[in-house]
């Protein structure tokens, strides 16, 4: 599961398609590939913000990282309160990965306990962001497999910054899970565009699929 929940009314046949694509998406961004070893003797300690991320570096890092995250499948990022046994795997790791956009807003707070010092990733880092309903910034960016391509670019190029003996797998892995998304976004198309325009529409309780409608061309249906 994602940080976020979607939920449905009884759907017809034809609505079963969109559901299935919106949760496709929602999920773990994609369980890209499983990642060659890297060769690395120790792996690098990171530490990633919630589930998404946590996959998405585990697929560019491969064996040269050891992924620690924060809020797994089923949490939520919006009321999660950081524990003094988070501030120690973060104070022990030396690059933390974050979506920004103002997701993690417990971020500063976390950093100054562990008294981290090394690398930060902002996997949302140079996407222009979309406003919810209610006028605030949204911070769900990934929901656009656009912008999960620019997660992961910013994610290799972390990854770099922080090992960069390690550049020639970051790269080969990146290029790996920029191809697996690509192809799924085209299979998203797909079945989308069989569901009528007028029906095309996500029943959810949050205000999180304003990417993922742009992206596909769905609407919302609050609940």
Same mark, same amino acid.
Request: no cysteine.
């Given at each position: 599961?994602?940080?976020?929940?979607?939920?449905?009314?009884?759907?017809?046949?034809?609505? !079963?398609?969109? @559901?299935?694509?919106?949760?496709?998406?929602?999920?773990?961004?994609?369980?890209?590939?499983?990642?060659?070893?890297?060769?690395?003797?120790?792996?690098?300690? #990171?530490?990633?913000?919630?589930?998404?991320?946590g996959d998405l570096t585990a697929a560019v890092g491969g064996d040269r990282v050891a992924v620690t995250t924060l809020v797994g499948p089923g949490g *939520? #990022?919006? #009321?999660?309160?950081?524990?003094?046994?988070?501030?120690?795997?973060?104070?022990?790791? @030396?690059?933390?990965?974050?979506?920004?956009?103002?997701?993690?807003?417990?971020?500063?707070?976390?950093?100054?306990?562990?008294?981290?010092?090394?690398?930060?990733?902002?996997?949302?880092?140079?996407?222009?962001?979309?406003?919810?309903?209610?006028?605030?910034?949204?911070?769900?960016?990934?929901?656009?497999?656009?912008?999960?391509? @620019?997660?992961?670019?910013?994610?290799?190029?972390?990854?770099?910054?922080?090992?960069?003996?390690?550049? *020639?797998?970051?790269?080969? !892995?990146?290029?790996?899970?920029?191809?697996?998304?690509?192809?799924?976004? *085209?299979?998203?198309?797909?079945?989308?565009?069989?569901?009528?325009?007028?029906?095309?529409? #996500?029943?959810?309780?949050? *205000?999180?699929?304003?990417?993922?409608?742009?992206?596909?061309?769905?609407?919302?249906?609050?609940?």
């Amino acid at each position: 599961m994602t940080t976020e929940t979607a939920s449905s009314r009884p759907e017809s046949t034809a609505a !079963r398609p969109l @559901r299935r694509a919106a949760f496709a998406i929602a999920l773990p961004l994609l369980l890209l590939l499983d990642a060659a070893p890297a060769g690395a003797d120790e792996p690098l300690p #990171v530490v990633a913000s919630f589930s998404i991320l946590g996959d998405l570096t585990a697929a560019v890092g491969g064996d040269r990282v050891a992924v620690t995250t924060l809020v797994g499948p089923g949490g *939520d #990022v919006h #009321v999660y309160a950081p524990t003094p046994a988070d501030a120690r795997r973060l104070g022990e790791a @030396r690059v933390f990965i974050a979506n920004g956009l103002g997701f993690e807003g417990w971020m500063a707070r976390l950093t100054e306990a562990a008294g981290f010092d090394g690398h930060v990733i902002m996997a949302a880092e140079g996407i222009e962001p979309r406003l919810t309903d209610a006028g605030d910034t949204d911070p769900h960016a990934w929901q656009d497999p656009a912008n999960g391509a @620019r997660y992961i670019e910013n994610i290799r190029d972390g990854l770099i910054a922080a090992d960069p003996t390690g550049a *020639d797998g970051y790269h080969e !892995r990146a290029a790996r899970s920029l191809a697996a998304l690509a192809a799924l976004s *085209d299979r998203m198309r797909d079945t989308l565009s069989a569901i009528p325009p007028e029906r095309r529409k #996500v029943v959810t309780s949050h *205000d999180a699929f304003g990417y993922f409608g742009a992206a596909f061309g769905t609407g919302r249906v609050p609940v």
